[in-house]
Nanobody
Framework: QVQLVESGGGLVQPGGSLRLSCAAS????????MAWYRQAPGKQREFIAR???????NYADSVKGRFTISRDNTNNMVYLQMNSLKPEDTAVYYC?????????WGQGTQVTVSS
């Protein structure tokens, strides 16, 4: 069965950096387009970055130039390097496929940007 496990979140000051990781299993990972999403309190889950199986990235305007998505097809991992973090980046971050059918959502990883 498909499983996604996110990690790497934490508390960071504005301007700081974090690197999130997503471990995927139970899918043909190498050909699966993957994405990072986030959900802030009281808001809907939103797309922030995607990456093709070959490694071509695409970003939401809100994170372009600050976040970098990457993947390791050997180890079925997706990463999100987040730099220049802002308080509005505070959210629970999830990884999943780019489009339906989505895998069961993982527990996510909490990112809190605060001084």
């Amino acid at each position: 069965q498909v499983q996604l496990v996110e990690s790497g979140g934490g508390l960071v000051q504005p301007g700081g950096s974090l690197r999130l990781s997503c471990a995927a299993s139970g899918m043909n990972f190498r050909i699966t387009f993957m994405a990072w999403y986030r959900q802030a309190p009281g808001k809907q889950r939103e797309f922030i970055a995607r990456i093709t199986g070959a490694g071509t990235p695409n970003y939401a305007d809100s994170v372009k130039g600050r976040f970098t998505i990457s993947r390791d097809n050997t180890n079925n991992m997706v990463y999100l390097q987040m730099n220049s973090l802002k308080p509005e980046d505070t959210a629970v971050y999830y990884c999943n496929r780019v489009s339906p059918p989505f895998a069961p959502w993982g527990q996510g990883t909490q990112v809190t940007v605060s001084s």
